[in-house]
Nanobody, 128 residues
Framework: QLQLVESGGGLVQPGGSLTLSCAASRFRVDYYAIGWFRQAPGKELEGVSC????????KYADSVKGRFTISRDNAKNTVYLQMNSLKPEDTALYYC?????????????????????WGQGTQVTVSS
């Protein structure tokens, strides 16, 4: 069973930064497309950013473009989400997920919870 563990969440003031980590075990992150998703209370799951298996393609939600950056460290078998200029509306539970083999980066970012492999999430709260 593929396993993903998120970390790095916390409380940050508006305009601040956080870096989320998604550590993988029992598989290599460069064998799968990986995505970051978030869900705020009462809202639907949103694909925030995804990176292709090759690492050559990335996708971002319009709401985070220019502020968030996804990256991957194959040696550490970890995917990161650098979040800058955080806003209160970024407050949510953030998940990382690995997609089924051969999924495109576009499909990855709209993947439903009943597909792929998911971590347990890390809470991000943006508040003054």
């Amino acid at each position: 069973q593929l396993q993903l563990v998120e970390s790095g969440g916390g409380l940050v003031q508006p305009g601040g930064s956080l870096t989320l980590s998604c550590a993988a075990s029992r598989f290599r992150v460069d064998y799968y497309a990986i995505g970051w998703f978030r869900q705020a209370p009462g809202k639907e799951l949103e694909g925030v950013s995804c990176i292709s298996r090759s690492g050559g393609s990335t996708k971002y939600a319009d709401s985070v473009k220019g502020r968030f950056t996804i990256s991957r460290d194959n040696a550490k078998n970890t995917v990161y989400l650098q979040m800058n200029s955080l806003k209160p509306e970024d407050t949510a539970l953030y998940y990382c997920a690995a997609g089924p083999l051969a999924i495109s980066v576009q499909e990855m970012c709209v993947m439903s919870r009943n597909r792929g492999y998911w971590g347990q999430g890390t809470q991000v709260t943006v508040s003054s």
